[in-house]
């Protein structure tokens, strides 16, 4: 018998007991060291909260009488002047500058779907000081169609529409779903809006995050040459940091932290937003509340702006998805362990 099969005769011989002794000794080892590793970092100062963050809103806030009947919703919450002033009340109390109140989808040929003017109006009376970006798109080769020359005209033409006949909203926030990395056609429609729309208006865009060895999903993800290009392109980046299907929260924090200060420098000097999520998709596969929450994501966050020498000038907060799921319990935490004091 040569010398390695008497090797492998002798440890198939050993006593299992001894084996599975090891192997349980190598587990408890990695479990203390997930126990006593803190990749995140907790922060009661208030140093990175620049009183420029932003949130996600719902349809209602600008949405017309049509979409109510359709999707069998009451007009009351929305419509009622105080409940405005409430939410304008608590964006503002919570250093929320950037709002983005969904506008999506757009029709297949290109139309944004319809506002309610004096409602839309009277949203933006309330407020005062804080930048309004409907948020339009929709999904990507579902009702948004970028490689399109003929759906890009109709999409921005009716972009342009909005913008003149409400003249104080700050722009837009487009979020088209999933966009596959390096899409040439984006970056044609992000050009196009730009050029058209009134001088000084904001391009604002959802982006995804850089891609992760913990979530290898390409179509979810951009690099960091597509990075640059968006940002060349658009004035704001608010990125979109979970639905990553994690399932321990220390990796979690350690991704956010990762991708916080990968993110920053790729977007040169545009402005970023790090978006978090304060919602619970509970039985969907990719988002699991107990790992994906607001104190996991900003634990990270602080971990990852800590490493900077000096706080990126292009770094503008976090924004919260989304205002319709954040509860008392989450602005209580989000107060005392992200705002400035």
């Given at each position: ?93 919570h250093g929320i500058t950037y709002a983005y109140p969904h506008l999506c989808p757009s029709s297949p040929r290109g139309d944004l779907p319809p506002v309610d003017n004096e409602q839309t109006e009277k949203f933006l009376d309330a407020m005062e000081g804080v930048d309004v970006l409907p948020w339009i798109g929709g999904v ?165 702006l800590s490493k900077f020498k000096e706080l990126p000038k292009n770094y503008s907060g976090i924004a919260l998805y989304c205002e319709w799921e954040t509860d008392e319990t989450e602005w209580m935490f989000f107060k005392e362990e992200f705002e400035k004091k």
């Open positions: 018998m040569g010398i390695r099969e008497s090797r492998t005769w002798y440890y198939l011989k050993r006593p299992p007991l001894r084996t599975l002794l090891l192997l349980l000794a190598v587990l408890l080892f990695l479990f203390f060291c997930y126990l006593v590793w803190s990749p995140g970092k907790r922060v009661y100062d208030g140093r990175y909260d620049l009183r420029s963050n932003g949130i996600w809103l719902q349809h209602g806030w600008l949405g017309d009488d049509k979409w109510f009947s359709v999707n069998r919703r009451d007009k009351s919450k929305f419509r009622d002047a105080k409940k405005i002033e409430e939410l304008a009340g608590l964006l503002k109390n990507y080769e579902g009702c948004c169609y970028p490689d399109s020359e003929k759906w890009r005209k109709r999409f921005v033409s009716s972009i342009v529409e909005l913008l003149q006949a409400h003249p104080r909203l700050a722009g837009i926030h487009v979020n088209i779903e999933p966009m596959p990395d390096n899409n040439k056609g984006y970056i044609l429609l992000l050009k196009e809006i730009k050029s058209s729309i009134p001088a000084g208006k904001i391009v604002s865009v959802a982006a995804y995050p850089p891609p992760t060895r913990w979530h290898p999903y390409p179509d979810v993800h951009w690099g960091k040459n597509y990075y640059f290009e968006i940002a060349n392109e658009v004035d704001q980046l608010a990125v979109m940091m979970y639905d990553t299907s994690i399932r321990l929260p220390k990796i979690y924090q350690k991704l956010m932290s990762d991708w916080t200060r990968e993110i920053i420098p790729w977007c040169g000097n545009t402005q970023v937003l790090l978006g978090v999520p304060s919602y619970d998709d509970s039985g969907v596969g990719y988002h699991f509340n107990s790992v994906e929450n607001l104190e996991n994501s900003i634990r990270g966050i602080n971990a990852g």
